[in-house]
């Protein structure tokens, strides 16, 4: 299986700033690699598919870039419904798997 | 508006199984662009990839679980289903149904998700 591993796994940010969550593959996945937000007893939201292509309806201040092995998920200015759990997801080959996940809080 | 409802017990014993069904409105499962999920975390933790199903009835599984793992689709019903068979205390977690569009490689629409406790 491929492992992803993001970083940080706990992140203390205030509104307005700038943050970046990576995750990095255990071996190159191309771009198949999507980006979930996931609130409290919500289900997770596709924010980015294609490692840096905006799904429908999600603000222009989510961005992804990357391919291979390593990603990057910004936020370009924090907003308070930002708050959440960020999960990638690779979609390179089978069994599909998730990041363990960071946790954005408001500091 | 695609709206996925999973529906199922809340709580199974030990060696018992799993028995989940999800609910499509909105959309079709018999469309050909999209393939249907299960997913599932358990509480505080991360998502794990249980398999998914195709309209024809093709399915692909997580080998982690492929030996306790059957989904099924009913087109007339417009459902799909997970069956988990010889439950243990690890198998607790939330479960989420969700379409996923192999053409963009997201996973795009979720149920809310139900808790399955596997507890005697």
């Known amino acids: 299986d491929i492992q992803l591993t993001q970083s940080p796994s706990f992140l203390s940010a205030s509104v307005g700033d700038r943050v970046t969550i990576t995750c990095r593959a255990s071996q190159g996945i191309s771009s198949y690699l999507a980006w979930y937000q996931q609130k409290p007893g919500k289900a997770p939201k596709l924010l980015i598919y294609?490692?840096?292509t905006l799904q429908s309806g999600v603000p222009s201040r989510f961005s992804g870039s990357g391919s291979g092995t390593e990603f990057t998920l910004t936020i370009s200015s924090l907003q308070p419904e930002d708050f959440a759990t960020y999960y990638c997801?690779?979609?390179?080959?089978?069994?599909?798997?998730f990041g363990q996940g960071t946790k954005l809080e408001i500091k | 508006q695609v709206q996925l409802q999973e529906s199922g017990p809340g709580l199974v014993k030990p060696s018992e199984t799993l028995s989940l069904t999800c609910t499509v409105s909105?959309?079709?499962?018999?469309?050909?662009?999209?393939?249907w999920s299960w997913i599932r975390q358990p509480p505080g933790k991360g998502l794990e990839w249980i398999g998914y199903i195709y309209y024809s009835g093709s399915t692909n599984y997580n080998p982690s679980l492929k030996s306790r793992v059957t989904i099924s689709v009913d087109t007339s019903k417009n459902q799909f289903s997970l069956k988990l068979s010889s439950v243990t205390a690890a198998d607790t977690a939330v479960y989420y149904c969700?379409?996923?569009?192999?053409?963009?490689?997201?996973?795009?629409?979720w149920g809310q998700g139900t808790l399955v406790t596997v507890s005697s």
């Open positions: 997801q690779q979609l390179n080959s089978y069994p599909q798997t």
């Open positions: 294609a490692a840096s």
């Open positions: 909105g959309g079709s499962v018999s469309s050909g662009s999209y393939y």
């Open positions: 969700a379409r996923f569009v192999l053409a963009v490689a997201g996973t795009d629409y």
